[in-house]
């Protein structure tokens, strides 16, 4: 007993420490008291008394007693109780850590999903890049040759009028 309410709560361990103190004085009394009977120096009258006396003493102790054990019985099924409700919160706690992590994962699929589809998009834009550069250099190219064929063309026309009016 002693152990065990030195393990308890401080303001519980003073209360119970006293009382122990207090049985064990009373022990020790009984036992003095046991050691003088048996040695014989009482006679039948002092011994009844003392008897009498140790059963009140015996009944008072019991209901002390019995009052005790009740109220351990009660501390213990509060604990249970406790421990009953620190399980249910430890389960819903795991739960919602499981979605939780359901979640994330779907929201890591999308993201990797989204990064794949923006990868794609980018070759695409990489390819339309090029293509659009080499339609620009042949629009170039081509504005140049019309030009040159332009300029050739007016350079034969007008050849051919400065011979037609020469002659």
């Known amino acids: 007993m002693d152990l065990e309410a030195r393990s308890l709560q401080p303001n519980v361990k003073a209360v119970l420490l006293a009382k122990l103190r207090e049985y064990?004085?009373?022990?020790?009394?009984?036992?003095?008291?046991?050691?003088?009977?048996?040695?014989?120096?009482?006679?039948?009258?002092?011994?009844?008394?003392?008897?009498?006396?140790?059963m009140a003493?015996?009944?008072?102790?019991?209901?002390?007693?019995?009052?005790?054990?009740?109220?351990?019985?009660?501390?213990?099924?509060?604990?249970?109780?406790?421990?009953?409700?620190?399980?249910?919160?430890?389960?819903?706690?795991?739960?919602l850590g499981v979605s939780i992590l359901q979640d994330l994962h779907s929201q890591r699929q999308a993201l990797l999903h989204a990064n794949n589809t923006l990868h794609g998009v980018d070759d695409n834009i990489g390819k339309?890049?090029?293509?659009?550069?080499?339609?620009?250099?042949?629009?170039?190219?081509?504005?140049?040759?019309?030009?040159?064929?332009?300029?050739?063309?007016i350079i034969a026309i007008a050849l051919v009028l400065y011979f037609k009016l020469a002659k």
């Open 24 to 54: 064990k004085s009373d022990l020790n009394n009984l036992k003095s008291e046991v050691k003088r009977i048996a040695s014989g120096n009482l006679n039948a009258a002092a011994r009844d008394e003392l008897l009498e006396s140790g």
């Open 57 to 95: 003493d015996t009944l008072t102790a019991s209901a002390d007693q019995r009052s005790r054990l009740m109220m351990t019985t009660e501390r213990l099924n509060q604990s249970g109780d406790r421990i009953k409700d620190s399980r249910r919160t430890m389960l819903e706690t795991e739960e």
């Open 128 to 153: 339309s890049k090029k293509i659009l550069t080499a339609i620009s250099r042949r629009m170039s190219r081509n504005k140049w040759i019309i030009g040159t064929i332009i300029a050739v063309l």
